[in-house]
Nanobody
């Protein structure tokens, strides 16, 4: 079992930056890929970024390329998503998720087995 807890969401103006974090506990082996998925009101969950268990491979969705940066610490207990140049379309609940059967980064949302409770990010225009 893996427990995930997000923090760091909030309100930011368009063009600003925000950092969200995810604390992982439980079975956090180096084979566990972890990622960020967001869900805006009335929309389906959307993959944003993922990082491999080793931290050596990263995958971004088009929505995050060039603006978002995902990282994890060496102990693999903290996942960070640094977001910049935010716009109102980035407003969503951001979830941290872990995929127990994958070592490499994962973009398929259905492949994630564990989810945090989410943190709200609101970007005002």
């Amino acid at each position: 079992q893996v427990q995930l807890a997000e923090s760091g969401g909030g309100l930011v103006q368009a063009g600003g930056s925000l950092r969200v974090s995810c604390a992982a506990s439980g079975r956090t082996s180096s084979t566990l890929a972890i990622g960020w998925v967001r869900q805006a009101p009335g929309r389906e969950r959307e993959f944003i970024a993922s990082i491999s268990g080793s931290g050596g491979e990263i995958l971004y969705a088009e929505a995050g390329k060039g603006r978002f940066a995902i990282s994890r610490d060496h102990a693999k207990t903290t996942l960070v998503l640094q977001m910049s140049s935010l716009n109102p379309e980035d407003t969503a609940v951001y979830y941290c998720a872990a995929a127990q059967h994958f070592e490499g980064p994962v973009s398929r949302i259905l492949s994630y087995d564990y989810w945090g409770q989410g943190t709200q990010v609101t970007v005002s225009s």
